[in-house]
């Protein structure tokens, strides 16, 4: 069991809060989506990975730094056809972070962090950054959980397009939550021809599709070749590179 000292707001009574709060300057908000991952992984995928994460990172900025109750839904509407995805709208998710952002304000803090694990949110995240900054009149910043730690990934991993329910999403999962991992189950990607590959990033046009018309089982890379070791390097670079760049912030 790990023993950590961190700033864990849904563990705190509030006097606890009120001591913390001396030294808080940032808080974390942890936030995932609630949607497929193939015959593999639990659909709590990314607000499980989101709030592991956010654990570590806190902890590494202790005392500065204050993790929040975990938004555990996001925009997901590309996986909606395969059974159990739930999905907000970008609407949604920007009243959520609204509303946790002007309460956690009243409390004194005014810069934060949306540590996110879905790329589906990141366009929302965008927008989100730039209306709620100037309404609220506070700091507000966003990442991908693993996004830093991109030269490991390319050197790591076989698989050339990946990203969910992947050799790297697996890795992640069996490093910080092996217990959302089906381990006897683990399948590669099940491509099947379509218009996708002229909409993916790098393409001149960019374009909504159905997960589907990509992938036959939802995932995409190949989950057979993830590890632990694979996991555990992406996972503590992309931590100590978030540390990093939020202490130069705060």
């Avoid at 996001?74 to 509303?99: W, Y």
């Avoid at 189950?185 to 099940?190: F, H, I, K, S, T």
């Amino acid at each position: 069991m790990r023993m950590t000292k961190a700033f864990l707001l849904t563990q705190m009574t509030w006097p606890e809060v009120k001591e913390a709060l001396r030294t808080v300057k940032i808080a974390v908000i942890p936030l995932g989506a609630h949607e497929q991952h193939g015959p593999h992984m639990a659909e709590s995928c990314d607000a499980v990975l989101a709030e592991e994460m956010g654990k570590r990172l806190v902890e590494k900025l202790y005392p500065e730094a204050l993790l929040t109750p975990t938004i555990n839904m996001g925009v997901s509407p590309h996986h909606l056809h395969f059974p159990g995805t739930i999905s907000l709208e970008p609407t949604t998710v920007i009243a959520i972070l609204r509303d946790m952002i002007k309460s956690l304000k009243q409390h004194g803090i005014k810069q934060f962090l949306i540590l996110n694990a879905h790329g589906g949110n990141q366009a929302t995240l965008g927008v989100a950054t730039e209306t709620l900054t100037r309404e609220l009149d506070v700091r507000i910043y966003y990442a991908k959980t693993t996004a830093s730690a991109k030269d490991v990934m390319d050197r790591r991993l076989e698989s050339k397009l990946y990203g969910h329910s992947c050799d790297r999403e697996v890795s992640e999962a069996l490093y910080l939550a092996p217990h959302i991992v089906r381990q006897d189950r683990l399948e590669a990607a099940d491509y099947q021809e379509g218009r996708w590959k002229k909409l993916r990033p790098g393409n001149p046009l960019q374009g909504f599709y159905y997960y589907e018309e990509m992938t036959r089982n939802g995932c995409i890379g190949d989950a057979t070749k993830a590890s632990y070791e694979i996991g555990q390097e992406i996972v503590e670079t992309a931590l100590e590179r978030l540390a990093h760049a939020v202490k130069e912030l705060i």
